[in-house]
């Protein structure tokens, strides 16, 4: 009889609960939470219910860019749907900006904060790019311009919709995107009262409807960039010298309007020290990259969640999928993606945490410093390969676009990209290495770190970790062969510094009998996921001339 077989859709609950690797590492670091778990399990419902609904509705209605009105007046409104609108009043209710700004957890307000973005991010149609570019710039301007800070931070950190502002962050021109310093050709120019009026064109500027942006310009007759702040819209409501062109078709992230702009004599502010813009915008740089680890989290976590239920339920050569050990392998194999990748995401923001709050010692602060760069590039491509391995998951259903699961791949592909690739990332640790010394002071830390487990039930893990810490590495510096080498110091790098928290959050979950989950995940990323040193940089860099035809 046609009709008689239907295969049932996978179903999500409460994201919170299902989330063991959440709740552990959450339990670990933020040992007396108080009213903060009802807080996380309130939004794991929601994150499973409505949200998800504004985020399927926001997928579904992109936003529009109207140039002209009904009588040919310019008006460049930007359309976006009721879901999108009404995703950003939850993402100021919930404090989603606000919750790292706000005093009451010191410095564990980053792990909370990060709690709550990983919750809402797979919900939200990556309503939180806004979130990110939102928080680093309220966090550039407290380091930069207290004076702005104090009329625009209390907006961007806002619980009350009525008064949340969302921020851009106006990088990219024409050019490209990754080497800023010669690729931007915006102009600053001074008025006679001393006001600075931008001209200039941006090539990628996403979250258009934000109230506010920081953006880089060229002052006239300086060299060297500067960093800006502007406000879309004047006192009187009228935009600011600014026509948007019209809006990015992007592979994904399609709810997002991200638009393409020209600034003809925008009024803005000058941040920081003059012709010191890149400088100047590194924390916002910094915030962005984080959240685009958590955000790589989060996806990592849905899918697998997703892929539970559906393994319980899809009935294949006459039993559960669940039942089927390549397939419980392949889960496993992913799991363990997601558990380093969570450990090593909120070991940067509890390091956050601790900077913001002033006591981060010198050797964390360095750790931070080279943290970050490594956790976006690693997280960013463990979730294209698991976004990919769950779809191949769901078989025909998960290249099928109204299972609402392909979606979760073309989101994915953006994470390397945006907020600086792999190799930019990869170029950037080799910077901090080179030229700051941040890898000393990170070894020494990460080794004390593991120093401290080797007793425990974790020891051998532990053990196996140091040893792999103690492998000479060849040191980056600024000859070619250094740059050929680049992304395989990083990624390796990266599954160290990933081994570290993994470890100990594994030997907490021994200890306070969460069961072997997290001790098997640490143990195969030890033995499994830490690449090896390799040949010499000037082998591979002689290798890459011949294979990749260049
Ligand atoms: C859901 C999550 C969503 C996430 C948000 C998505 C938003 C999407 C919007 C975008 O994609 S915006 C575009 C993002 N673009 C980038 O990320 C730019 C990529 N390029 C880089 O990251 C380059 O490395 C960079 C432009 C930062 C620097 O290149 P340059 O021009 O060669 O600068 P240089 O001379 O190396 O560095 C200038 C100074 O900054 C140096 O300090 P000193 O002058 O004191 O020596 C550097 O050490 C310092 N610096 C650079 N990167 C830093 C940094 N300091 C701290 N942290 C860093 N990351």
Same mark, same amino acid.
């Given at each position: 009889?046609?009709?008689?077989?239907?295969?049932?859709?996978?179903?999500?609950?409460?994201?919170?609960?299902?989330?063991?690797?959440?709740?552990?590492?959450?339990?670990?670091?933020?040992?007396?939470?108080?009213?903060?778990?009802?807080?996380?399990?309130?939004?794991?419902? #929601? @994150?499973?219910?409505? &949200? /998800? =609904?504004? %985020?399927? $509705?926001? !997928?579904?209605? +992109?936003?529009?860019? *109207?140039?002209?009105?009904?009588?040919?007046?310019?008006?460049?409104?930007?359309?976006?749907?009721?879901?999108?609108?009404?995703?950003?009043?939850? #993402? @100021?209710?919930?404090? &989603? /900006? =606000?919750? %790292?700004? $706000?005093? !009451?957890?010191? +410095?564990?307000?980053? *792990?909370?904060?990060?709690?709550?973005?990983?919750?809402?991010?797979?919900?939200?149609?990556?309503?939180?790019?806004?979130?990110?570019?939102?928080?680093? @710039?309220?966090?550039? &301007?407290?380091?930069? %311009?207290? $004076?702005?800070?104090?009329?625009?931070?209390?907006?961007?950190?806002?619980?009350?919709?009525?008064?949340?502002?969302?921020?851009?962050?106006?990088?990219?021109?024409?050019?490209?995107?990754?080497?800023?310093?010669?690729?931007?050709?915006?102009?600053?120019?001074?008025?006679?009262?001393?006001?600075?009026?931008?001209?200039?064109?941006?090539?990628?500027?996403?979250?258009?409807?934000?109230?506010?942006?920081?953006?880089?310009?060229?002052?006239?007759?300086?060299?060297?960039?500067?960093?800006?702040?502007?406000?879309?819209?004047?006192?009187?409501?009228?935009?600011?010298?600014?026509?948007?062109?019209?809006?990015?078709?992007?592979?994904?992230?399609?709810?997002?309007?991200?638009?393409?702009?020209?600034?003809?004599?925008?009024?803005?502010?000058?941040?920081?020290?003059?012709?010191?813009?890149?400088?100047?915008?590194?924390?916002?740089?910094?915030?962005?990259?984080?959240?685009?680890?958590?955000?790589?989290?989060?996806?990592?976590?849905?899918?697998?969640?997703?892929?539970?239920?559906?393994?319980?339920?899809?009935?294949?050569?006459?039993?559960?999928?669940?039942?089927?050990?390549?397939?419980?392998?392949?889960?496993?194999?992913?799991?363990?993606?997601?558990?380093?990748?969570?450990?090593?995401?909120?070991?940067?923001?509890?390091?956050?945490?601790?900077?913001?709050?002033?006591?981060?010692?010198?050797?964390?602060?360095?750790?931070?410093?080279?943290?970050?760069?490594?956790?976006?590039?690693?997280?960013?491509?463990?979730?294209?390969?698991?976004?990919?391995?769950?779809?191949?998951?769901?078989?025909?259903?998960?290249?099928?676009?109204?299972?609402?699961?392909?979606?979760?791949?073309?989101?994915?592909?953006?994470?390397?990209?945006?907020?600086?690739?792999?190799?930019?990332?990869?170029?950037?640790?080799?910077?901090?290495?080179?030229?700051?010394?941040?890898?000393?002071?990170?070894?020494?830390?990460?080794?004390?770190?593991?120093?401290?487990?080797?007793?425990?039930?974790?020891?051998?893990?532990?053990?196996?970790?140091?040893?792999?810490?103690?492998?000479?590495?060849?040191?980056?510096?600024?000859?070619?062969?250094?740059?050929?080498?680049?992304?395989?110091?990083?990624?390796?790098?990266?599954?160290?510094?990933?081994?570290?928290?993994?470890?100990?959050?594994?030997?907490?979950?021994?200890?306070?009998?969460?069961?072997?989950?997290?001790?098997?995940?640490?143990?195969?990323?030890?033995?499994?996921?830490?690449?090896?040193?390799?040949?010499?940089?000037?082998?591979?860099?002689?290798?890459?001339?011949?294979?990749?035809?260049?």
């Amino acid at each position: 009889m046609d009709g008689a077989f239907f295969q049932d859709p996978p179903r999500l609950a409460n994201t919170f609960d299902a989330d063991a690797v959440l709740r552990e590492t959450l339990a670990r670091l933020i040992p007396e939470p108080g009213a903060l778990a009802g807080v996380w399990r309130a939004l794991g419902d #929601a @994150a499973a219910g409505p &949200l /998800a =609904a504004l %985020a399927r $509705e926001a !997928e579904s209605s +992109p936003p529009r860019h *109207v140039p002209f009105d009904a009588w040919g007046r310019r008006v460049d409104a930007i359309e976006v749907s009721p879901a999108w609108t009404a995703l950003q009043h939850e #993402a @100021a209710r919930w404090g &989603l /900006a =606000a919750a %790292a700004y $706000e005093p !009451e957890l010191g +410095p564990l307000a980053r *792990v909370h904060h990060f709690a709550l973005l990983h919750l809402f991010g797979p919900s939200s149609a990556i309503w939180t790019c806004y979130l990110a570019m939102t928080d680093g @710039a309220a966090r550039t &301007l407290i380091e930069h %311009a207290p $004076e702005l800070a104090r009329h625009a931070v209390p907006h961007l950190t806002s619980r009350d919709p009525a008064t949340f502002w969302t921020s851009g962050q106006w990088m990219t021109e024409r050019g490209g995107g990754s080497d800023v310093g010669g690729g931007t050709h915006t102009v600053a120019r001074r008025e006679d009262d001393g006001s600075w009026r931008l001209f200039g064109t941006k090539w990628f500027t996403s979250a258009i409807t934000s109230e506010m942006a920081l953006t880089l310009a060229r002052a006239e007759g300086e060299t060297g960039l500067s960093l800006f702040y502007l406000e879309q819209r004047l006192a009187d409501g009228s935009r600011n010298g600014i026509t948007i062109h019209r809006l990015k078709d992007k592979l994904g992230t399609r709810a997002l309007p991200t638009a393409e702009l020209t600034m003809d004599g925008t009024r803005a502010v000058r941040v920081g020290e003059p012709g010191r813009g890149v400088k100047s915008i590194t924390p916002l740089l910094n915030v962005t990259r984080l959240h685009n680890a958590i955000s790589a989290c989060g996806m990592m976590a849905r899918l697998l969640q997703l892929l539970r239920d559906y393994a319980r339920r899809r009935i294949v050569f006459g039993a559960p999928l669940a039942a089927a050990p390549l397939h419980r392998e392949t889960l496993a194999a992913l799991q363990v993606e997601y558990e380093a990748a969570f450990a090593l995401t909120l070991d940067g923001a509890r390091l956050l945490g601790r900077r913001e709050h002033g006591v981060a010692s010198d050797a964390e602060r360095a750790a931070l410093r080279l943290l970050t760069p490594l956790v976006k590039l690693l997280t960013a491509k463990q979730a294209v390969a698991l976004a990919s391995e769950a779809l191949e998951g769901f078989g025909g259903a998960g290249y099928v676009e109204d299972t609402g699961l392909p979606v979760y791949l073309r989101d994915a592909q953006v994470l390397p990209i945006w907020e600086g690739t792999t190799n930019v990332l990869s170029l950037d640790v080799r910077r901090a290495v080179a030229r700051d010394g941040v890898l000393e002071p990170w070894i020494a830390l990460s080794r004390s770190r593991l120093e401290a487990l080797v007793r425990g039930p974790l020891g051998r893990i532990a053990s196996e970790a140091l040893g792999h810490l103690a492998a000479p590495m060849a040191l980056p510096t600024d000859d070619p062969a250094s740059e050929a080498g680049a992304r395989r110091f990083a990624l390796r790098l990266a599954a160290l510094a990933a081994a570290v928290p993994l470890c100990e959050q594994a030997a907490w979950s021994l200890d306070q009998g969460h069961g072997e989950r997290s001790a098997l995940a640490a143990a195969r990323w030890v033995r499994e996921r830490i690449p090896p040193t390799g040949e010499s940089s000037e082998q591979r860099l002689r290798e890459s001339v011949v294979l990749s035809g260049l």
